[in-house]
């Protein structure tokens, strides 16, 4: 029966296009924690970003504390990785996502001011910063994670999230609400991507 599962899934995905890396693994209740754990980190990820560009936006007092909890994610993001791929993986992972954090706060300083030349220089930093943050991820996991699939999922997380930022901005209320569902829906498909890559690369752990 569960073979029976497998190979619909692998069916299913071929019918969509999917890469065969996206192929969802097969399920345990160690990879399903995984999952789990996995997908709250990165929902962290959305959630304090959103609350940080409505703080930054609205001047609000709660700036500094949404911007430490923001960083903080970044952190347990790069200690979640460290169970498989080491300590010193981990902490490059961290500074990754730190400066895809740091840069984002640019973009939304210079939305919110006005200043095209310093927006246009931070967004092409930020997307060598995805490509950097890709390319670590396919080295760690080449077989599961392509380098293809790695970049353009970052590509999809910085545009929903962009859009989120200039719905924001423009006080397009009904936008930014559409924009958010999609950084959310765009982020659990990468969370899982991820998860799943970690359960194919080392199937003993699960």
Not at 14 to 41: D, F, H, Q, T
Not at 54 to 76: E, Y
Not at 107 to 134: C, E, R, Y
Not at 151 to 173: G, S, Y
């Amino acid at each position: 029966m569960r073979r029976r599962i497998l190979r619909f899934a692998l069916m299913l995905s071929l019918a969509l296009g999917l890469a065969p890396s996206l192929v969802p693994a097969a399920s345990s209740p160690k990879g399903e924690s995984l999952k789990l754990a996995m997908r709250k980190l990165w929902e962290d990820h959305i959630t304090w970003t959103r609350i940080f560009i409505i703080s930054a936006l609205g001047d609000l007092p709660d700036k500094a504390a949404a911007t430490d909890r923001l960083l903080r994610n970044q952190t347990d993001i790069g200690d979640a990785i460290k169970p498989f791929y080491g300590d010193g993986a981990g902490t490059k992972l961290t500074g990754l996502l730190r400066d895809h954090i740091l840069i984002a706060a640019d973009i939304v300083t210079a939305a919110k001011a006005g200043d095209s030349d310093k927006l246009n220089a931070s967004k092409t930093k930020w997307t060598a910063n995805a490509d950097d943050i890709a390319g670590f991820l396919s080295s760690a996991n080449p077989k599961n994670w392509p380098a293809a699939d790695m970049k353009a999922m970052m590509h999809d997380h910085l545009a929903a999230t962009t859009a989120e930022l200039e719905a924001r901005l423009n006080k397009d209320w009904a936008g930014d609400v559409k924009a958010y569902d999609r950084v959310h829906d765009q982020i659990l498909m990468m969370s899982d991507a991820l998860s799943d890559g970690i359960i194919k690369q080392f199937p003993a752990k699960f």
